[in-house]
């Protein structure tokens, strides 16, 4: 399921969700909380491994 990070306060599964925790909820359930939960973006694979390789060619050329 994807993550949410909670803007408000929220009940979730029988337990209080303060804001800035990150929660799974499904896309049905974050369209009914609108703008109290935003969605958590995953960083891109390539980018993570594009920095991996600049860190390593300057490691190289030291």
Do not use: C, R, W
């Not at 994807?2 to 979730?12: E, F, I, Q, V």
């Not at 609108?34 to 030291?62: F, L, R, S, Y």
Request: hydrophobic share 30%; glycine share 4%; aromatic share 4%.
């Amino acid at each position: 399921m994807p993550k949410y990070t909670a803007n408000a306060y929220l009940s979730h599964q029988g337990k209080i969700v303060k804001p800035g925790t990150e929660v799974e909820l499904t896309a049905k359930q974050a369209d009914f909380l609108g703008d109290k939960v935003t969605a958590v973006k995953k960083p891109a694979a390539k980018t993570a491994a594009k920095a991996d390789e600049k860190e390593e060619e300057q490691k190289e050329t030291k």
